[in-house]
């Protein structure tokens, strides 16, 4: 008798066949050569099978569809940080696999890619000082969030298990950065005293978004003609992301925000600053028209007339905070969660 072994690799698949073969050793030649033949056929079969099925790569630009198609309201800078983060992140690894295919081991696998992964020179247009620096957590959990959800849609697309279902998402991102709760009302103080020290554009920009929660997108799009002086509201209907324009994150958040005395006459003295600043020279090539029309566009224009991006608000504040010896890193968004979790400590006292 003769027992024979066959064992082949395919795809990252391994395979391993015996034969118990009674007879003479050519018998037991014959055999070994069908088992071969046999194996070749399963795995053009499997070929064939992968040629009429859909790839992780070929569903993403469905699941894109879907979200757009989901949410009616979702900003195209929304969309576009998904499609980012799938061609950076996810379809490098998992594009050519099929759904079917892929096992838990192949995310925890995926999970330390993660972690070896270094930031490029470049951050669209401009050049990323953090070049050769491990991406932050922040950013590898957006990462885990977008393949969690591309792996939900996908494991019901094709009626597969969902390969990260159960698996908890616990890698480190880049070096540990200052904290960024909400200030407490103390250094809440300590900072807005520091920002009286900053231009009058900058200054106003701060206290605003400190005193109504505003989103940077919310804050930074605000015209003239949303606020009321006299009954000293503010409308809150438009957000911008990269300059692109649209309504604000939800339905619910277009709303009208009552603003304090105090505010109403800073706002009444930004104005009249930003008219002054219209006529001197750096806007000198202007026509009286365009001026005007500055004029009773924007609160805080650039420079250039146009929208503010988040990032120019982290020098002046990263400079408030430490004046004052505050030991958090204060962004655009620490300003909305302060005024959020003072107004509700303020309410739950009542």
């Known amino acids: 008798a003769w027992v024979i072994r066959l064992k082949t690799e395919h795809a990252g698949v391994k395979t391993e066949r015996r034969r118990r073969i009674e007879g003479t050793k050519t018998d037991a030649l014959e055999a070994l050569a069908a088992l071969r ?50 061609e950076r992140f996810i379809l490098p690894v998992f594009g050519d696999f099929l759904p079917g295919d892929l096992k838990p081991k192949d995310i925890e696998r995926w999970k330390l890619w993660l972690t070896e992964q270094r930031q490029g020179e470049k951050i669209g247009e401009r050049d990323n000082p953090k070049a050769g620096a491990p991406y932050a957590r922040t950013v590898l959990i957006t990462a885990w969030a977008t393949a969690r959800v591309l792996f939900k849609f996908i494991s019901v697309e094709a009626e597969v298990k969902n390969p990260m279902a159960g698996i908890i998402f616990d890698v480190d991102g880049g070096t540990e950065k200052k904290s960024k709760a909400a ?27 400190f005193a109504t929660g505003m989103r940077f997108a919310e804050l930074s799009a605000l015209e003239w003609r949303d606020v009321d002086f006299d009954k000293g509201t503010i409308r809150i209907e438009r957000s911008q992301v990269g300059g692109d324009v649209g309504p604000p994150k939800t339905e619910a958040t277009r709303r009208l925000v009552y603003i304090v005395p105090e505010i109403v006459e ?8 930003q008219m002054t600043e219209m006529d001197t020279s750096q806007h000198a090539d202007e026509s009286t028209e365009q001026k005007e029309a500055t004029k009773r566009h924007l609160l805080f224009p650039s420079r250039r007339g146009g929208y503010r991006v988040p990032q120019m608000m982290a020098k002046p504040l990263e400079r408030c905070a430490a004046h004052e010896h505050v030991d958090k890193h204060v962004t655009a968004h620490v300003m909305r969660k302060t005024a959020n979790n003072l107004i509700r400590a303020a309410a739950g006292g009542l």
Do not use: C, N
């Not at 894109?64 to 499609?83: N, V």
């Not at 200030?183 to 978004?209: F, H, N, Q, W, Y």
């Open 183 to 209: 200030l407490t009302l103390d250094e809440l103080g300590r900072v807005l005293r520091a920002a009286e020290k900053e231009s009058p554009d900058i200054k106003t920009m701060i206290l605003l978004g």
């Open 266 to 273: 800073l706002l009444r003295a930004h104005r009249r600053w």
């Open 37 to 86: 033949r046999e194996i070749e056929e399963a795995v053009k079969e499997r070929q064939r099978a992968r040629e009429t099925q859909k790839t992780v790569g070929d569903y993403a630009p469905l699941w894109m569809k879907s979200l757009a198609a989901r949410r009616t309201t979702m900003k195209p800078a929304f969309l576009e940080t998904r499609r980012r983060y799938l």
